[in-house]
């Protein structure tokens, strides 16, 4: 086989490889920016906001948790990095409180024991209530995840496609100026 044929065959492939990347990367960079915008709009909607700075509602969380909830004080709960920091050092804290340690199905199941308290019961659809809208916003939290990774899988897939582009058009211009030898 001829040196120019084989880096014909070869920048073709390397062509072929490169529309490919290219393509996949447009459908990654839609991925994120669809995912992105339907954890922000769907999370705006809720018109959640962090308790502002020196109000009891953050004065009152542990140290850690007070230090992580801080750093958001008063905004408004618009990403999925917000929704993390939400679910995991407000609402577990006060669910903690409240449920004194037992979650959900501990205290439903304490509660089906006793059905006659009402105190009890109560308490376990606050905590019930409390628990969906962690999980909800931890789900939030790993859409968004997801999305990242997809923007950064698409600067990854773009950066390949190109780098196959340009070998690929050196891969021509060689084999356009490769002399044949005996």
Known sequence: MKRSTLDRLISSTGLIMAV???????????????????????????????PSKGTVELTSLPPADQAKVSQYAGQQLL????????????IAVHLIKI???????????????DPTNQALAGQV????????????????????TMATVALYAAYGAFIAGVL?????????????HTKIRK
């Open 164 to 176: 196959l582009l340009l070998f690929s058009v050196l891969g021509f211009h060689h084999a356009k």
């Open 20 to 50: 490919v990347l290219l393509a996949t990367s447009l459908g990654l960079f839609y991925t994120h920016n669809f995912i992105h915008t339907q954890v922000h709009n769907q999370l705006a909607e809720e018109k959640v906001y962090f």
């Open 79 to 90: 990403t999925g990095a917000q929704a993390e920091v939400f679910a995991d050092h407000y």
């Open 125 to 144: 659809q606050t905590v019930f209530r409390g628990e969906t809208l962690r999980g909800l916003l931890l789900n939030a939290y790993a859409f968004d």
């Open 99 to 113: 449920g004194g340690g037992q979650t959900y199905s501990q205290l439903s199941a304490t509660s089906m024991a």
